[in-house]
Every structure is written in C-alpha cells, then in structure tokens.
C-alpha cells in the first residue's frame, strides 16, 4: 500500500473516532427533541382544556345570572302585587305564593350553580397552573437541546454537560405539571 492510502484511511480512522465520541451527544439531542415533542403536546392539551372549562365555567355563570335576574323580577313583581289595590285579592295572592314558591326554589339553585362555577373556576386555575409547568418544562428542554447541539460543533462535552442540565431542569418541571393536583 502507498504511503497516501495509508494517510487517508489513517484519517479516516481518526475523523470515525471523533463521530463515535460524539454519538452519545446525538442520541442525547434525539431523546430531548423527543422530549420536547411530548411536552409541547401536553402543554397545549392543557391549554386547550383551561379554555374549555373556562368556557363551561362562564356559562355557568351566565345561567347563574339569568336566575339571578328572575329571581329580582319575580321579587320586584312581588313587591308590586303587595302595594297595589287589584280587583281579584284571591288571584292575586295566588300568583304570590307562587312567586314565593320559586323563589324559595331558585336561592337554592342559586347557591348550587354559584359553587359549580367556582368550582370550574377553581379548575381552570388548576389547569393553568400545571400548563405553565409543561411550559417552562418546554422551554428548558429546548434550552437544553440547543446548547447540546453546540457540542457536536465545538467539540466540547462541557456544553453536553450544560445542556443536559437544563434538560434535567426541564424534565423535572414536566414532572411537576403532571403531579400537580
């Protein structure tokens, strides 16, 4: 073999060895964009979720308030039947003990529907909460991600190092959003 065949497979050899110091880097960098997918993925249903239930919650509110205001009518129609001379007493305290009747009905519905939306509020806030986990979980992944990425071109494990830090910062957050009750 000439001396030049043996230069380029001696290089080869040696630009091999370099790849190989570098493969747990890149699978390090195809596990955190793995990561970084589920966690996205997470967020977003998250997200997604507080927005419904934020939804069911303003509704609940809405009908909550709609009783509310037949509540007010019905108690003001009240009023006015109480004050007012009219040609039938019979019928006319008939249509107040009916009134009544609801209304004694309807301060309990209001209750029930009050606590229902706060309690879908109480959701939502919940739901966030753990959205920004999954957030800041993706955030610190990506980090982590990028600053692998430098190593493949510097060649210096110090950034690997850096990098899974952050990846590890991140994982734990991802954690976190999940156990958050």
């Known amino acids: 073999m000439d001396a030049d065949k043996v230069r380029e497979l001696q290089e080869h050899a040696e630009h091999g060895s ?9 699978f390090t960098m195809s596990v ?15 997200h997604t979720l507080a927005v419904l239930t934020q939804s069911k919650a303003a509704d609940r ?14 108690a003001l129609t009240s009023d006015l039947l109480s ?12 249509i107040k ?5 609801h209304q004694a009905k ?7 529907e009050q606590d229902e939306a706060e309690a879908l509020e109480a959701q939502v806030e919940h739901l966030e909460k753990r959205a920004g986990h999954f957030d800041l979980a993706e955030a610190l992944l990506e980090i982590g991600l990028v600053i692998t990425s430098v190593t493949l071109l510097t060649r210096r494990r110090a950034y690997w190092y850096f990098g899974m830090a952050f990846a590890a910062a991140g994982i734990v957050s991802a954690v ?4 958050v009750h």
Do not use: C
């Open 61 to 74: 509110w809405n009908f909550y308030q709609a009783h509310k205001i037949r509540s007010n009518d019905t």
């Open 176 to 179: 976190v959003g999940l156990l």
């Open 97 to 101: 003990k009916s009134y009544a009747d």
């Open 18 to 26: 370099r790849d190989s110091e570098m493969r747990p880097v890149a």
């Open 106 to 112: 309807w301060t309990a519905e209001l209750k029930d």
């Open 32 to 46: 955190l964009a793995v990561l970084v997918a589920i966690t996205t993925v997470l967020g977003h249903r998250t």
């Open 83 to 94: 004050v007012v001379t009219v040609s039938n007493p019979a019928a006319a305290e008939a």
